[in-house]
Each structure stands twice: as structure tokens, then as C-alpha cells.
């Protein structure tokens, strides 16, 4: 079993920064080579939505176009810690945002941005963007 704890969340004024940790324990398997992790968010009455992901054994990225510039996403394997730097913070970034990791996907676009790639999950951290 895998357990995933997000941290981070908060208040913050638009044009502000945030940054989010997701600590991974269990059986996190983050020594196989498809081992990955992402970032997802969701606002009330949507879709959970794709923010960004990373390939554990080779740093690969992908990023959704909304955050691409504004957001990294990052990891450290010594610590099966995943994080995601907020920056230029928009209103629209307001939402819970959710961690997700898995270990038996192909680390493709088209894969990692669906919701139910996804094995594992955090519970979440809230994000707010005031104007």
C-alpha cells in the first residue's frame, strides 16, 4: 500500500508563490523504472484536472499548457518527495490540489494527463488565489 501526504497549500495573493510537497511511504516501489508521480487539482462541480507529472528514474516532465512556465515540478528520491513550485499565481489556480503516483504506466502525454492512470492518491491540500 502507498500512502501519499500533501503539504503546502494555502492563501496567497495573485502574482504569488506557493509550494507543494507530497511525501510518498509504502510500498512507494520508486526504484522501478515506471515508477511516477503527478499533480492533479479540482474545483468544486469539475473534473479532476492534470497539472503536471514526473518520471522518478529519469526526471522526465510533462505539464498542462495552463501552468507550463509558471509551474515546476520536481523531485527528490532520497526522500520520495515530489513537489510542485507555484509561481505568478493566478485565481484560476484556486482549487484542491491532489498528488497521485503509480508504477506501472507509460510515461506518455496521453496517459499521464487521464485521472485513472493513476493508482494512488493523497487527500489533498487547498490552494486559494485571491485577486
Known amino acids: 500500500q502507498v500512502r501519499l501526504v500533501e503539504s503546502g497549500g494555502g492563501l496567497v495573493q495573485a502574482g504569488g508563490s506557493l509550494r507543494l510537497s507530497c511525501a510518498a511511504s509504502g510500498r512507494t516501489s520508486s526504484t522501478s523504472s515506471k515508477f511516477a508521480m503527478a499533480w492533479f487539482r479540482q474545483v468544486p462541480g469539475k473534473e479532476r484536472e492534470f497539472v503536471a507529472a514526473?518520471?522518478?528514474?529519469?526526471?522526465?516532465?510533462h505539464y498542462a499548457d495552463s501552468v507550463k512556465g509558471r509551474f515546476t515540478i520536481s523531485r527528490d528520491g532520497a526522500k520520495d518527495t515530489m513537489y510542485l513550485q507555484m509561481s505568478s499565481l493566478k485565481p484560476d489556480d484556486t482549487a484542491v490540489y491532489y498528488c497521485?503516483?503509480?508504477?506501472?504506466?507509460?510515461?506518455?502525454?496521453?496517459?499521464?494527463?487521464?485521472?485513472?492512470?493513476?493508482?494512488?492518491w493523497g487527500q489533498g491540500t487547498q490552494v486559494t488565489v485571491s485577486s
Open positions: 514526473i518520471n522518478w528514474s529519469d526526471g522526465s516532465k
Open positions: 497521485a503516483a503509480d508504477s506501472a504506466q507509460v510515461f506518455v502525454w496521453v496517459v499521464v494527463i487521464r485521472a485513472g492512470t493513476w493508482e494512488h
